[in-house]
């Protein structure tokens, strides 16, 4: 079992930047593929990154390229999205995720934080 809590969400105005913080409890952490998801209000739930198991590596949605930076602390078993020129559309309910796979997607998360707001303001 994993518990996943994330932290760091808020309000900020367009082109701000708020960083968010996912604490993992239980064995084995690095041995997740972890990731951010996000769900806007009648939007479906989309993979915004997802940080690999061991190396770190990072794949980023394309609406998020450039602007976003997900990262993994295994020592603190902890993984942070910072989020940086904020728009409006990235608006959403935010969620870490955690896939016992090599790539994280939607089907693969075995487990799910409770989500945390992040608004952005015009």
């Known amino acids: 079992q994993v518990q996943l809590v994330e932290s760091g969400g808020g309000l900020v105005q367009a082109g701000g930047s708020l960083r968010l913080s996912c604490a993992a409890s239980g064995r084995a952490f690095s041995t997740y593929a972890m990731g951010w998801f996000r769900q806007a209000p009648g939007k479906e739930r989309e993979l915004v990154a997802t940080?690999?198991?061991?190396?770190?590596?990072?794949y980023y949605a394309d609406s998020v390229k450039g602007r976003f930076t997900a990262s993994r602390d295994n020592a603190k078993n902890t993984i942070y999205l910072q989020m940086n020129s904020l728009k409006p559309e990235d608006t959403a309910v935010y969620y870490c995720?955690?896939?016992?796979?090599?790539?994280?997607?939607?089907?693969?998360?075995?487990?799910w934080g409770q989500g945390t707001q992040v608004t952005v303001s015009s």
């Open positions: 995720a955690a896939g016992f796979t090599i790539a994280l997607t939607l089907k693969s998360v075995d487990y």
């Open positions: 940080i690999s198991r061991t190396s770190g590596n990072a």
